[in-house]
């Protein structure tokens, strides 16, 4: 018998944990190292201030907390728990000596050590490098200063004068959470966003997005992305407007970036708060002028006691050698390869590195506006089949050639606006990933041949996944490759059941 090849999985999150399921179901011998002391990632709070975790009070549906508890259901569920080393930070991975395995170092101090395995995933997510602009006079401040990732507690900004900077989701959600505690809120931004609340004609998002309204757009991001983009942004500025119909001007949230280039904000009171007068729309910071008084893009000065940065994530590859690490590796450099901007990873659909694409994966470099951990279950299914050897990636020229023309893609977004360099194109790499993972949704749940084929031996079957709710199940319900999982099909017909129930008012 022969002997199991061994994978180091980084990171306990969602992707981690997906990823540890779905290569033990091909054959591999996997071990996940956590630093932290639970599984769960951003999900699980931390008070440590380097650690991004959501906060106590996050008022999604469902809660911060019961997410958390499903993702640790879960791993007791697939008894994952025994295959996953907690407090265990890692160092560094590098190739060993003789060039034949990855050599992982793990633990720190008197209690590190190494460990040889056959192959190495990282899932350390895309939330762990904070990101802290400089500004001119910022040694002068003697107020609170701090990345959004050390936000914790609100009410630690008590009776205080905060500005918050930038416009993203957690610009959004830090300001909301500081109203009614801190004294005055200024929220601090450059240009304008589309917002959009959790829930349309008092229906959540989840219910809105069909599987059908995505056949067509990713169809369009295949053939026609411009008419894809402009569709899109479309839309999403028609769910923005109708539930707010009229954001003051000088708010600034218009006009906004296309969401080719940047996510919409998810929000359920941040204009309400704008409108109440509990927060503030500023300008963008310009520079500080002394303990407490900080100057704005217009000239406007301000008397503030905290400055919190909601200015984002860069992706993190420091855990890798620069030999390895694809921004900086041997591998060639993309056409345009500027680096003074933000460097672009060399990864083939933003996971394989084409040198080491059968023995290494990045699972923590993709921006993409779909359910994260849904997305996570989906990748790792895809990784297990490429490993297993069921799924055959391009040649290794063949891979660079495809990232070239992914990061020319990137740059045109770039030319007018920033970009976040792990974005991908939704309709091709889902594509990508369900033909690697074997899940036969591109054929059946699309308008070609299968598709009609399975409209018509399964009518019930096919209108509850196009036209009703999307769940995971759907990438468990055909057989192919991969074994189908033999609850998908009730599975399926009661997550719609209970979304009709909702929609009549009942309780799900």
Not at 29 to 38: A, C, I, L, N, P
Not at 62 to 70: C, G, I, K, N, R
Not at 148 to 160: G, I, L, S, T, V
Not at 223 to 239: A, G, K, M, T, V
Request: glycine share 8%.
């Amino acid at each position: 018998m022969m002997e199991k090849q061994t994978v180091a999985i980084i990171g306990g999150g969602p992707g981690g944990l997906t990823v540890l399921k779905a290569l033990r179901d091909v054959g591999f011998d996997v071990t996940v190292y956590e630093k932290r002391d639970s599984v769960g990632g951003v999900w699980a709070y931390s008070d440590d201030p380097h650690t991004t975790s959501t906060l106590k009070y996050a008022p999604a549906h469902p809660t911060a907390t019961q997410v958390y508890e499903y993702i640790a259901a879960y791993a007791k569920h697939f008894d994952l728990l025994p295959h996953v080393q907690l407090n265990t930070p890692i160092q560094w991975v590098k190739r060993n000596p003789t060039d034949t395995h990855w050599r992982v170092c793990f633990g720190s101090g008197e209690y590190e050590g190494t460990r040889d395995f056959d192959k190495v995933v990282f899932c350390t997510g895309l939330a762990t490098k904070a990101v802290t602009p400089e500004f001119e006079g910022m040694e002068k401040f003697k107020g609170k200063m701090i990345h959004c990732q050390a936000f914790k507690r609100p009410e630690d900004f008590k009776d205080m004068r905060v500005i918050v900077l930038g416009i993203g989701n957690s610009a959004a959600d830090t300001s909301t959470g500081l109203v009614g505690i801190a004294k005055k809120v200024y929220l601090s931004h450059r240009g304008g966003v589309k917002i959009v609340p959790r829930r349309i004609k008092n229906l959540p998002l989840d219910l809105v997005i069909t599987r059908q309204k995505n056949a067509i757009k990713f169809f369009l991001d295949t053939h026609l992305p411009s008419l894809s983009r402009y569709s899109f942004d479309q839309l999403i500025e028609h769910y923005s407007t109708q539930s707010f119909p009229t954001p003051d001007s000088s708010w600034r949230l218009k006009p906004a970036p296309s969401l080719a280039n940047h996510q919409p904000v998810i929000s359920d009171n941040l204009i309400s708060s704008l409108a109440a007068g509990t927060i503030t729309s500023v300008h963008g910071l310009r520079q500080f002028i002394d303990g407490e008084t900080v100057e704005l893009a217009d000239g406007t000065r301000l008397e503030v006691d905290a400055v919190i940065f909601c200015t984002g994530y860069e992706p993190d590859f420091s855990l890798t050698t620069p030999e390895i690490s694809p921004l900086t590796s041997a591998a060639p450099k993309s056409p345009g390869y500027d680096p003074k901007n933000a460097p672009t990873a060399r990864l083939y659909q933003n996971i394989f590195p084409p040198e080491h694409a059968d023995s290494l994966a990045y699972l923590n470099y993709v921006a993409l506006t779909e359910g994260a951990i849904t997305i996570a279950d989906l990748e790792a299914m895809a990784l297990a089949e490429v490993w297993a050897g069921h799924y055959k990636l391009p040649s290794k020229e063949e891979m660079n050639s495809e990232i070239d023309k992914h990061h020319k893609w990137v740059q045109s977004l770039a030319k007018d606006d920033s970009v976040y360099t792990g974005i991908v194109r939704p309709g091709p790499w889902l594509q990508f990933l369900n033909d690697a993972a074997g899940t036969g949704v591109n054929e059946k749940l699309g308008y070609g041949i299968e598709g009609w084929k399975f409209w018509v031996t399964d009518m019930k079957l096919c209108n509850a996944m196009m036209r009703g709710v999307m769940t995971p199940f759907m990438y468990r319900i055909f057989e192919g490759k991969r074994k189908k999982w033999d609850g998908a099909r009730e599975a399926i017909f009661h997550a719609n059941e209970l979304a009709d129930q909702y929609k009549r008012g009942g309780k799900a």
